[in-house]
């Protein structure tokens, strides 16, 4: 059991006989006083398939499982799945593309620093280092304009992730992203 304050993107918790993989957490601060904060948790089903929302109070016990996280790689594409294969033992995990879509947007064969989740045999899911470098495809020339305030312009990367970066950021830079907020923080 799990206090529900403490979940984390990419728990896994038990609902009426299943398990499902917490997607997205969003807290919501009460406005009157003495109000429980609350906190709704959306989750889908080990494997793909279902969906649900729930909400919880910060003090809630919500029954979790037990991950397993091992170091992997991006290896190759196979159809409709991405295999990433364990730095330790080399085994091989094949993910489903929709199951992995919001992972996707940072990962490229150089990314370092993945971890993919198991319960038990099967593998449901990656957990992204806090922050990882990637390179800049597409953005607008650098303007040579005297400005009082920091401006921000779109940049492509080169795994179709679209974020704003600082004006002076050139096409072909290394950046580092912050995956849990797509948002640029410095050159890499």
Not at 99 to 127: C, Q
Not at 146 to 151: E, G, L, M, V
Not at 165 to 179: A, D, L, M, S, W
Request: aromatic share 6%.
């Amino acid at each position: 059991m799990t206090r529900a304050s403490d979940l984390k993107k990419s728990d896994v918790i038990e609902h009426n006989g299943g398990l499902y993989v917490i997607r997205q957490i969003e807290v919501q601060s009460p406005s009157a006083r003495g109000a429980a904060t609350l906190y709704r948790v959306r989750a889908t089903a080990v494997g793909g398939g279902s969906k649900f929302e729930e909400r919880f109070k910060g003090d809630d016990d919500v029954p979790t499982v037990d991950l397993q996280r091992r170091p992997v790689r991006f290896s190759y594409v196979d159809g409709a799945e991405h295999v990433f294969m364990d730095e330790e033992d080399f085994a091989q995990y094949p993910l489903r593309s929709e199951d992995i879509e919001d992972e996707l947007a940072f990962v490229t064969e150089e990314t370092g620093g993945l971890l993919a989740l198991r319960v038990g045999d099967s593998v449901i899911g990656l957990e992204l280092p806090q922050a990882v470098e990637l390179t800049i495809e597409e953005t607008a020339p650098a303007m040579k304009a005297a400005s009082a305030s920091a401006r921000t312009k779109p940049a492509t990367l080169e795994t179709g992730l679209v974020i704003q970066v600082p004006e002076y950021i050139q096409e072909g830079e290394r950046v580092k992203v912050n995956t849990l907020e797509r948002k640029f923080m410095s050159r890499a």
